[in-house]
């Protein structure tokens, strides 16, 4: 892994494709084997570097400490939220830690809420 200025870059050894989410934005893109990731923040961030990057059982998440951050797969922009939408003021990796942990359905294709069975007017009425 290097850093240049405003920039990280990993080459993805393989054999098999890397998975690497982009935090807050949720963005995921397929690195191939021997493709490299590089992402980019725009000038005037402080440190000067991405953010904080962990290793999940199958994916990297690296959470990023700009507003925004651009993300090139083999020096190719990708599509993604992280290039555009900016982080809100004041959004940290430990209030998004508090929304979501254990709460997996609050996030876009999480686990369906159970069904939950109201009991009928009568029986309501009767516990009155």
């Excluded at 690195?31 to 962990?54: F, H, M, N, Q, R």
């Excluded at 430990?94 to 997996?104: C, D, I, S, V």
Aim: hydrophobic share 40%.
């Amino acid at each position: 892994m290097t850093r240049t200025d405003h920039e990280w870059s990993l080459c993805n050894p393989g054999p098999g494709t890397l998975l690497v989410w982009v935090e807050p934005w949720c963005d995921e893109f397929e690195v191939p084997p021997s493709a490299t990731i590089t992402l980019k923040t725009p000038d005037g961030v402080e440190s000067g570097t991405v953010g904080e990057i962990e290793w999940g059982p199958e994916n990297l998440i690296i959470w990023a400490n700009g507003p925004t951050v651009a993300v090139f797969v083999d020096d190719v922009l990708q599509e993604s939220a992280s290039a555009i939408v900016p982080i809100p003021n004041g959004l940290t990796k430990g209030m998004l830690n508090t929304l979501f942990a254990e709460h997996p359905q609050a996030r876009l294709g999480g686990y369906p809420l159970p069904v939950v069975a109201t009991p009928p007017w009568w029986r309501r009425l009767r516990n009155l």
